[in-house]
């Protein structure tokens, strides 16, 4: 299982935090506030996968793009970016060396914490 780094995504939760849509919650609130398997569904049913795959930092090539195992590394709720979820994300990515995927997560709680900006592209090397 080769899981990438979702550019699309990364792109997609920077121009959420730039909106200002952002809860800044806990690292321990994520268990409460990520989607449930009912909400995924539903939003699947209404927006389809491709939306779906742009909150998800990790990208599975190996799986059907119309499947949720294709996606990995969630970070917001279908409205908004969790802090927590990014807290998560990186941890979950560390854990088992998806080393691009922990960076982004990282650049992107930098970005919701108020610290760097971060550049227009991501400098990670390739896991």
């Not at 952002?22 to 398997?37: H, L, Q």
């Not at 960076?103 to 709680?109: D, G, N, P, T, W």
Request: aromatic content about 8%; charged content about 30%.
């Amino acid at each position: 299982m080769t899981i990438q780094l979702n550019k699309a995504a990364l792109a997609h939760a920077r121009s959420l935090i730039r909106d200002g849509k952002v809860a800044k919650d806990e690292g321990d609130d994520w268990g409460d506030d990520a989607p449930t398997p009912d909400e995924e569904n539903g939003f699947i049913e209404d927006h389809g996968f491709a939306e779906y795959a742009k909150w998800h930092l990790g990208d599975d090539p190996d799986e059907n793009v119309e499947t949720t195992g294709r996606y990995s590394f969630p970070f917001g709720d279908f409205r908004r970016v969790h802090r927590a979820g990014v807290i998560a994300a990186e941890s979950r990515a560390a854990q088992n060396d998806h080393s691009n995927i922990a960076q982004a997560a990282k650049e992107l709680l930098e970005l919701i914490d108020g610290g760097e900006k971060p550049s227009s592209a991501i400098h990670v090397k390739r896991d």
